[in-house]
């Protein structure tokens, strides 16, 4: 009888003890899993800095790859169609390369900040467009998109960055200050002194080459 209940008590101390490792180790990697997205925003903080500070392409070239696709992602699984996702992506990207000043970073991360304003862009598009905003939307980043998703995206994206760097310079600065620099076609009129004939004139064999290169 005695050997039994000290059986039993080696069992219920050895089960005690799987348990203290298991909570343990479960601990362990919530920290390593905070120290990673930690590092990660500070990573993106960073980038963001750089754009704001310098207009630096290769962080906006990076923040864009990381981004845009779980932007876009994120959207349609709220409800947005495809097109929807796509224009709505486009704008939070453009906002985020002419108004990384007013990333607050004491204030939210950056992808907190990053999906608020695909949030709010999606809002926008969709009063426009007088359409009621569904009242479950959610917003953040939930589920990553597959894969090959991301990877289909990127490549969109890379094939696209090499389409405009092929573009005649005149034609190429013009996309830039459209696309890039979120301006209507009387505003670079007024920057670069040119008719604004010219300018859509411009733009509209820009966007042909673009529209061929992409296929």
Known sequence: MLTAIANTEQVDQAGAIRRLRRIRSSKNETRVDMKEKAAANDNWIALIEKVRDAKDRAAFAALFQHFAPRVKAFLMKS???????????????????????????????????????????????????????????????????????????????AKLSAAIAKLPEKQRELIERAYFGDLSHSEIAEVTGLPLGTIKSRIRLALERLRHAMG
């Open 79 to 157: 409800g947005a169609v495809e097109s929807l996702a796509e224009e709505c992506t486009q704008d939070v990207m453009a906002t985020l390369w002419t108004k990384a000043h007013l990333f607050d970073p004491s204030r939210a991360s950056a992808s907190t900040w990053v999906f608020t304003i695909a949030r709010n862009k999606k809002i926008d598009a969709l009063r426009k467009m007088r359409r009621p905003e569904p009242e479950d939307l959610t917003w953040g980043p939930t589920d990553e998109p597959d894969a090959a998703d991301v990877m289909s995206l990127r490549q969109e994206s």
